[in-house]
């Protein structure tokens, strides 16, 4: 096993990373969560100190709140893990369960802090009046970074999970 001596994303929070290297590290993030996602595993708790740097890539760290889904309790998920500022409206709410989608809300919420060198401080899905606002803010600064970084911050903090990109969808995109 390697150390991956490069810290973590959230050291890289105030460095200013370019356009460019957040987009490097969103494909390894888009290829890392289709493997996942394609083992049927749910994360669960995707976060800036749980995605490790090693030779300017990035590592999916901590898989100690993830979920294995099997047939037998089928592929939504209700019960509450991971961290509030990154944990999508379903996931939350629990009214219908979450699935997959909610760890691609999650990176979404690593690509916006990451574009805008700033972090989250709250959900940008909750029902406070600003919410919106926040996180078009937040997509508005990706958008400025890259109009390719923007869309797919767009398309995975849509509040609607089955509109929301899968892993395979945001790596296409960002190709």
């Not at 957040?22 to 394609?38: K, N, P, Q, Y």
């Not at 979920?67 to 991971?82: E, P």
């Not at 990154?86 to 979404?108: C, H, L």
């Amino acid at each position: 096993m390697q150390l991956a001596d490069g810290g973590t994303l959230s050291d890289r929070i105030g460095q200013h990373p370019s356009a460019a290297i957040v987009t490097a590290w969103m494909r390894d993030l888009a290829s890392a969560f289709e493997c996942i996602h394609g083992m049927r595993v749910y994360h669960r708790d995707v976060k800036l100190e749980n995605l490790l740097v090693l030779n300017g890539r990035v590592l999916v760290a901590d898989f100690g709140l993830a979920a294995i889904i099997s047939s037998s309790i089928g592929s939504n998920r209700r019960t509450q893990a991971g961290t509030a500022n990154y944990a999508s409206p379903e996931k939350v709410k629990g009214r219908q369960g979450y699935n997959s989608k909610a760890d691609m809300w999650a990176v979404g919420c690593v690509l916006v802090e990451l574009a805008s060198d700033k972090r989250l401080g709250r959900p940008v899905w909750d029902d406070a009046p600003d919410a919106e606002a926040v996180r078009d803010e937040f997509v508005g600064n990706a958008a400025r970074a890259s109009p390719v970084l923007g869309d797919v911050a767009r398309r995975l903090l849509l509040l609607d999970p089955r509109e929301r990109l899968s892993a395979f969808e945001m790596r296409f995109l960002l190709r």
